[in-house]
Each structure stands twice: as structure tokens, then as C-alpha cells.
């Protein structure tokens, strides 16, 4: 689960599905939960004295979701109990992380991702995951953003180019129930 934080859902477009994106993001969490399966939470924070910024938020002068603010928090009504957490600094969640480190540990090499936003963070992770040799599928009803064009070509990219598959929630819960891997 990637970037369910306050900070995203500042954008209009996000805090529109806020409600529906977080029942369905828990609905995916219980059923991992029921199977077995571990849940890797992803949050990104970043340093006050922009240390951990990126080029654009140092051409800006302006960091966000800094720790211990309400920014950085995860989503009110989130299941956030219990899981694995990693924090990131990038829209990738590989990138200078723990990420590949737990999933190795957990003896995880297929991942189903959900979150925001689709055409940045969630599209780095899966190309990312997809360098590191894991599966990679995407919920998507499970992920959203608040630039539909460019969302859609990554999502078609990741398809197309990545051969990860892009499934609807129905096909989430399965796989997470059965741990068949789509097609």
C-alpha cells in the first residue's frame, strides 16, 4: 500500500475518492490478512532542512510531509495495524529503502500494489519492482490519482511493457485470497 497519507489527499482530485479508495484499500488489506499474506505499508517523509528533498521540491523551496505531522500521518479509517512499514523519500518505494530488504525477509517475490498516486509513485514502484525480478500487479480499483491522461499511459505502459497485470478489485481479492497469480 503506497502513500495513503494525508499530504496526497490534498489535491482535489484525490480527496474527491478519499472515501471509496480507503474502503478499498482495507478491503484488500483484510483479505491479505485472512490468507496469511504480509502487508507492506509505504509512507513518504521527508526532512525539514531539505536533506531528503527532491530537485523539484528544492526548486520550489518547499518540502512536505515532514515527520510527526499531520501530513505525513496515514489516512483516518486506514487499517494500518500490524504490518511491515517502510519509509521512502522518492516515488519509488525501492529506491534507497528497505523495501527489497522485508520482502526477502518475508520470502515475497509477487506483489500487489494500491495506492496513490498512479501516475508517480505506484508506476516507479512497479518499474522498480520490475528491475528487482518481482511480480508486479496493480489494483486498479484500488489506486488513484489526479492526472487521469498520464495515469492511463502508465498503466497501459506497465501492461504492455512490464507484463504486469492490471486488475480489477474482484481479481485483487482473489489472488490475495488464492495466491493465483493472474494472467
Given at each position: 500500500?503506497i ?13 474527491e ?28 517523509e ?7 528533498w ?22 483516518d ?67 488513484a ?24 478489485q ?14
Amino acid at each position: 500500500m503506497i502513500d495513503m497519507q494525508n499530504s496526497y489527499f490534498e489535491f482535489p482530485d484525490l480527496a474527491e475518492v478519499r472515501d471509496e479508495l480507503v474502503a478499498r484499500v482495507n478491503e484488500l488489506i483484510a483479505a491479505a490478512h485472512g490468507a496469511g499474506r504480509p502487508v507492506v505499508l509505504v509512507r513518504t517523509e521527508h526532512a525539514r532542512d531539505g536533506s531528503t528533498w527532491t530537485l523539484n521540491m528544492c526548486d520550489d523551496d518547499e518540502g512536505f510531509a515532514f515527520p510527526g505531522t499531520e501530513q505525513a500521518q496515514f489516512l483516518d479509517g486506514l487499517d494500518t495495524g500490524g504490518h511491515v512499514e517502510v519509509v521512502k523519500t522518492r516515488d519509488s518505494a525501492f529506491f534507497k529503502t528497505s523495501l527489497a530488504a522485508e520482502l526477502a525477509r518475508l520470502g515475497v517475490d509477487h506483489l500487489l500494489l494500491c495506492g496513490v498516486s498512479t501516475h508517480s509513485c505506484v508506476a516507479q514502484t512497479a518499474i522498480d519492482g520490475f528491475a528487482e525480478n518481482v511480480h508486479i500487479a496493480v489494483a486498479r480499483d484500488a489506486i488513484a490519482s489526479d492526472d487521469a491522461a498520464l495515469s492511463a499511459a502508465l498503466l497501459e505502459f506497465l501492461s504492455d511493457q512490464m507484463r504486469q497485470p492490471i486488475i480489477d478489485q474482484s481479481a485483487a481479492l482473489e489472488l490475495l485470497r488464492t495466491g493465483d497469480w493472474p494472467d
